[in-house]
Nanobody
Framework: QVQLVESGGGLVQAGGSLRLSCAPS????????MGWFRQAPGKEREFVAA????????YYEDSAKGRFAISRDNAKNTVHLQMNSLKPEDTAVYYC????????????????????WGQGTQVTVSS
């Protein structure tokens, strides 16, 4: 069973940065596609960013393009989401998700593609 543990959330002022980390436990995740999703209060969970198993392909939700960067270190079994130029509308609970044996970056946009989810980490951006 894969367990995903997110960290790095917190309170930051608008324009600031945060780096989220996700550390899957239980097995190596080098052949997993990985994604980040978020859910703001009163809203549905939405896609933020994804990276394929090799790290060679990434995909971002439009509002994240140019501000967020997803990366992975398979040797350290960790995936990161670097978030810069944060805005109050980025406030949400951020979830890490893992999709075993999925390499297609376009499939990684869909929540139904993922088999494993973390508990989430709160990101709050103050104006």
């Amino acid at each position: 069973q894969v367990q995903l543990v997110e960290s790095g959330g917190g309170l930051v002022q608008a324009g600031g940065s945060l780096r989220l980390s996700c550390a899957p436990s239980g097995r190596t995740f080098s052949n997993y596609g990985m994604g980040w999703f978020r859910q703001a209060p009163g809203k549905e969970r939405e896609f933020v960013a994804a990276i394929n198993w090799s790290g060679g392909s990434t995909y971002y939700e439009d509002s994240a393009k140019g501000r967020f960067a997803i990366s992975r270190d398979n040797a350290k079994n960790t995936v990161h989401l670097q978030m810069n130029s944060l805005k109050p509308e980025d406030t949400a609970v951020y979830y890490c998700a893992a999709a075993p044996l999925v390499a297609n970056i376009f499939l990684l946009r869909r929540q139904g593609t993922y088999s494993y989810w973390g508990q989430g980490t709160q990101v709050t951006v103050s104006s």
